[in-house]
């Protein structure tokens, strides 16, 4: 949907672009990078749509009314250049490490763990192999034990180089406090 360059991934072009550019059709999933529900678009010449919306199997994939207004107010998002604000992957994206370096600061604050530097991978058909900066927390201990632990408890961490860790820059805030909990010392 926009250009992932400022967020320290690769140069691709973007939907608009690929239609410029003069691509007759573009399909794209709306839940991954559009930051929707489940679903998909055909985008492309007026011909080639019609013929798709007449197909017989569009009654059976037909997206209801509230995926509908789902998608469109996410897309409105990305028209009023409000994307990084309402839709949660790209205000993760757009977080500075500096923020990310104070929460992880915050959070492991009289605990045993500590932040450290990481690399997240966004994922998907779009970004399969690339990763930008972070910051993550390293939870000291059995790395499986611990990865068992905070599932548990609905957090979901990572496993690298044998140790576990929960990477700060995929935090909601209403996260945080959650995850405080989790890192806290049992009381003797």
């Given at each position: 949907?926009?250009d992932?360059?400022?967020?320290g991934?690769?140069?691709?072009?973007?939907?608009?672009?690929?239609?410029v550019?003069?691509?007759?059709?573009v399909t794209?999933s709306?839940d991954?990078?559009i930051g929707?529900?489940?679903?998909?678009?055909?985008?492309g010449?007026?011909d080639?749509v019609?013929?798709?919306?007449?197909?017989?199997?569009l009654?059976?994939?037909?997206a209801?009314?509230e995926?509908y207004?789902?998608?469109?107010e996410?897309?409105r998002?990305f028209?009023?250049?409000?994307h990084e604000?309402?839709i949660p992957?790209?205000?993760?994206?757009a977080?500075?490490?500096?923020a990310l370096r104070?929460?992880a600061?915050?959070l492991?604050?009289?605990t045993?763990?500590?932040a450290?530097d990481?690399d997240?991978?966004?994922g998907?058909?779009?970004?399969p192999a690339e990763t930008?900066?972070?910051?993550?927390?390293l939870?000291?201990?059995n790395?499986?034990?611990?990865?068992?632990?905070f599932l548990?408890r609905a957090i979901?961490?990572r496993i690298?180089d044998?140790?576990?860790t929960?990477?700060?820059?995929?935090?909601?805030?209403?996260?945080?406090?959650?995850?405080a909990v989790?890192l806290?010392?049992?009381?003797?």
């Open positions: 949907m926009v992932l360059t400022p967020y991934f690769a140069r691709g072009e973007t939907i608009r672009e690929l239609i550019a003069g691509v007759d059709a794209c709306t991954k990078l929707a529900t489940q679903g998909g678009l055909i985008l010449r007026a080639i019609a013929r798709c919306r007449k197909h017989p199997l009654r059976a994939l037909r209801g009314k995926s207004a789902v998608v469109g996410t897309l998002a028209a009023t250049g409000k604000q309402q992957i790209y205000r993760m994206l977080t500075p490490l500096e104070a929460r600061a915050e492991t604050l009289g045993l763990a500590r450290i990481s997240c991978a966004l998907g058909g779009t970004t930008i900066p972070s910051v993550a927390i939870v000291p201990g790395a499986s034990a611990l990865y068992d632990e548990r979901v961490g690298v044998d140790r576990f929960i990477e700060m820059r995929t935090l909601l805030d209403d996260d945080l406090p959650h995850v989790a806290r010392p049992p009381s003797s």
